[in-house]
């Protein structure tokens, strides 16, 4: 039974020879880490003119998302254009010979953009008013009476601007009765959010790199901003902005549809890539004065600075390119 238990209890030769440890060799690589979520854009549409016009709907000119500016031709009612200019003033009368008011004046600045009129943008719809009206009318293939009727023009406060058109109101076919407010201006860019966790959230700071793969395969570059949570769904939405408060789409915001949400499949960058020295993470020894090190294969320590750490490895300065490091076996 001693012989036994002598057997049985004592480590074979070949534990006993174990070293603890394995080595690895010191090379160059780099060190990253990054998670792919969606990103949801969405555009949102603000109301910012109203139609005057009244007949049927002959043709629509403009598709959701589209760019106009002055004189630009939104849609048709009885064959007649209804075209966009800039002003703050809607439109509420017609106007022709004599009339003033700050309408005329956003009307003689349409008909001055387009080239039609060299005189005082006053106010006032003189003759050179009048007769840039009909040159105006002409272009149109209207009849040229010189008089611009109420549904003629819808004014917005900018130009130019994208905008979309209420499609359950405005389509071939359909009775507008004057009053409908139909008219949407689209801001610079669509509003960016990335819809997480608690715990992603904690991986997202404030800067946090996001690479937004677009509708056409382009990719646009964002930074996390603000935080804030649902209490009713328990996630948290994490807002988007561009790089030094660039737009994130730039000039590839059209890509992104108009009506509805897009989903964009987006890798968050939690760690960015850095390049130099890789070390197994496992390979690092802090010493009681909290000096990080590494251990050579002959035993000795060596000190290290460790500039980035992701995935189990680590990029460390201070060892030198192909040293053996130990690794503790288990």
Known sequence: MGWAAASVLSPSDEVLA??????????????????????VAAWTPIPVGVNRA??????????????VSQGSTL????????????????????????????DVAQLQAM??????????????????????????????????????????????????????????I??????????????????ASPVFTVPVTEGQAGMMPTGTRVEITSPDGDVWVAVAGEQ???????TITVALTG??????????????PVTGQALLSSRIVTVPTVTGLVVPSAALVTGADGQTAVVTEDGDR????????????????????????????T
């Open 18 to 39: 174990s070293p603890g440890f394995t080595t690895v060799q010191v090379v160059q690589g780099e060190v990253g880490s990054s998670i792919t979520l969606n990103t």
């Open 54 to 67: 009244v007949g049927v709907v002959t043709s629509v000119t403009v598709a959701a998302g589209d760019e």
């Open 75 to 102: 849609y048709a009612v009885d064959l007649r254009p209804v075209v966009v200019a800039m002003g703050e003033t809607p439109a509420f009368r017609d106007i022709g010979q004599g009339v003033e008011g700050p």
């Open 111 to 168: 008909l001055t953009s387009l080239g039609l009129f060299r005189g005082a943008v006053d106010g006032k719809a003189g003759a050179g008013t009048v007769a840039a009206t009909k040159a105006w009318q002409k272009s149109l293939g209207l009849p040229q009476s010189g008089v611009v009727g109420v549904g003629d023009v819808i004014f917005v406060p900018v130009l130019p601007t994208r905008v979309a058109l209420d499609d359950e």
């Open 170 to 187: 405005v389509t071939r076919g359909a009775t507008l009765s004057g009053g409908e407010d139909l008219v949407a201006g689209l801001p």
């Open 228 to 234: 804030t949570p649902d209490p009713e769904t328990g």
């Open 243 to 256: 790089v030094d408060g660039g737009v994130i789409c730039g000039e590839q915001c059209g890509q992104v």
């Open 302 to 329: 060596i000190p290290v600075s460790v500039v980035a750490s992701a995935r189990g490895m680590s990029v460390v300065e201070g060892v030198e390119q192909g040293a053996r490091v130990r690794v503790p076996a």
